[in-house]
């Protein structure tokens, strides 16, 4: 998880340029916490979608967590 949000940091050219491409009129996002993310947190799942549209680095990796297919349903289409 981690490794992939630092794979879209570098897409974008640094922490500062990634914060920037996060921010929006409603939420500012700083380059100390997109440190923190890579330290310690990981990117928030409501900023996921706009990280991938952005950076080409899939939603799946960036937080797995969040975004997965259960194994039930991994399953039952593989039937």
Known sequence: MRSALAEAVAAVGGQVLFAQEMS???????QQIVSYWLKRAGIP??????AEL???VSRFRLRPDVFCVPEDLIS???A
Do not use: Y
């Open 24 to 30: 929006t009129p409603e939420r500012v996002v700083s």
């Open 54 to 56: 952005k950076t080409g």
């Open 76 to 78: 039952s289409n593989a």
């Open 45 to 50: 799942a409501e900023l996921v979608l706009r």
